[in-house]
């Protein structure tokens, strides 16, 4: 039982991980909907996927460094949830702002208390 336990604290982030970066990337295709030339869409598109680079580099990090894969996505739901909070500044508060920080900076602390989890059981 305890091993099959230890497999699912190391798959599970890392699964999820992979997920979130793919639904992150979705919003990229946003990009299409415009009347741009080639060169418009591909920094559109590249710019659009900088969230989901990052976090794929910092999963690729935390494949083998667990708490990389913490600290990262932990740090990625705050920096959404400051985000949203200047936007909240800067345009005023409307309730979907709510469910958008519970979508994106939920599962990343989700994903980074997973990554810490098993960064803790490896110790010891």
Known sequence: ??????KFIY???RILS????LFLALFSLDVFEGNYGF???IAGLFMHNIPAMILLIVLIISWKREIVGGIGFVL???LYIAM???NIITT???W???LWALQISGIAFFIGIMFLVGWFKKKK
């Not at 039982?1 to 230890?6: P, S």
């Not at 992979?18 to 970066?21: E, R, T």
């Open 39 to 41: 060169w418009e869409t």
């Open 11 to 13: 798959w599970a982030p």
């Open 84 to 86: 949203i909070l200047m």
């Open 96 to 98: 979907y702002y709510l």
């Open 92 to 94: 005023g508060f409307e």
């Open 1 to 6: 039982m305890e091993k099959r336990v230890g």
């Open 18 to 21: 992979i997920i979130f970066i």
């Open 76 to 78: 990625a739901g705050i």
